[in-house]
């Protein structure tokens, strides 16, 4: 995908590569759970927020919304890379290595895509944050670890990635190509948009009065409209596009999905532990925002799907 360049003055951007700052956890004594859980599922990426986490948790008969009321409880201090003197931070930190232009990049046009979809239809738009970190950091929902994949934080607004995950992507799932980095990015840029509409909020508010069967249902549907509203945002770029880039999309949508990650990891399916959706659904609807370009067609909260 031929993506313009990024505006260092357009984007909001910080780095936490390089410095301290991991620790802490989701809130509460669950978060210490969760992080003591890292090591070993490291190797275990998914690419909506923390899918890989949330999916162990399930299978192991935990409940993981119990771990996302946000705030960490970590006594860490955020620690950020500074520009030099007279120097944006964005164009520092875009500029660290060829998967930060990149992410730049694509962050750039998801946020242009969106602030035009929102003027067209009246609304204000607030623009998010891209956080990079290496290994860990720390966000406003709390750590930040390489083993989530990258995820977006409501409270801060912000969008959190350790490039490294790209790497994992390609090698370990097969999802090679600059469209399936994009992908991730459009996707989790997806989740402001949910943020800003009062989407998330209401998912939330299912999460902490239903029971664990329910709450993993709207985290689907969440993890669904964010996918659709990927495949908006390449719609609306569509005279970008290359040969092979739909494939690349379609084969990272794939990789990713909730039954595949668990038959790969214990070797059987269990659909009542789904947080973000199965291979055929994250791929048909990242197709129908594609197709249509049209955020209303990404109703994935009405009927089936």
């Given at each position: 995908m031929r993506l313009?360049?990024?505006d260092p003055n357009d984007i909001n951007v910080g780095d936490q590569r390089g410095e301290g700052g991991g620790g802490g956890g989701f809130g509460g004594g669950g978060g210490g759970l969760l992080l003591g859980l890292l090591p070993m599922i490291g190797s275990r990426f998914g690419c909506g927020g923390i899918v890989v986490v949330l999916i162990i948790l399930a299978v192991m008969g935990l409940n993981p919304l119990s771990l996302l009321g946000g705030g960490g409880g970590s006594n860490s201090t955020q620690v950020t890379r500074s520009a030099p003197a007279g120097e944006n931070e964005a164009a520092t930190a875009c500029a660290v290595n060829p998967e930060s232009r990149a992410s730049c990049q694509a962050f750039n046009?998801?946020?242009?895509?969106?602030?035009?979809?929102?003027?067209?239809?009246?609304?204000?738009?607030?623009?998010?944050?891209?956080?990079?970190?290496?290994?860990?950091?720390?966000?406003g929902c709390g750590a930040a670890?390489?083993?989530?994949g990258p995820f977006y934080c409501p409270t801060d607004r912000g969008i959190y990635l350790d490039t490294s995950f790209f790497n994992?992507?390609?090698?370990?799932?097969?999802?090679?190509?600059?469209f399936a980095q994009y992908y991730v990015i459009a996707h989790e840029f997806g989740h402001h948009?949910?943020?800003?509409?009062?989407?998330?909020?209401?998912?939330?508010?299912?999460?902490?009065?239903?029971?664990?069967?329910?709450?993993?249902?709207?985290?689907?549907?969440?993890?669904?409209?964010?996918?659709?509203?990927?495949?908006v945002w390449a719609a609306a770029n569509r005279n970008q596009l290359e040969p092979g880039d739909l494939e690349e999309g379609m084969t990272a949508a794939r990789a990713i999905g909730d039954d595949t990650l668990q038959r790969e990891g214990q070797?059987?399916?269990?659909?009542?532990?789904?947080?973000?959706?199965?291979?055929?659904?994250?791929?048909?609807w990242l197709r129908r925002g594609l197709e249509t370009g049209d955020?209303?067609?990404?109703?994935?909260?009405?009927g089936a799907i």
């Open positions: 313009d360049d990024y046009s998801a946020q242009r895509t969106w602030v035009a979809l929102f003027a067209k239809s009246n609304q204000e738009f607030a623009k998010p944050t891209l956080q990079f970190y290496g290994g860990s950091g720390k966000s670890q390489a083993a989530m994992e992507l390609a090698n370990r799932f097969g999802a090679k190509g600059d948009i949910q943020n800003l509409l009062g989407t998330s909020d209401q998912v939330q508010r299912i999460q902490r009065t239903a029971g664990e069967r329910e709450g993993n249902a709207a985290s689907v549907r969440l993890e669904l409209q964010a996918d659709c509203y990927a495949g070797g059987r399916v269990v659909p009542d532990s789904f947080t973000h959706g199965s291979s055929e659904q994250r791929m048909r955020p209303a067609q990404c109703d994935t909260f009405s």
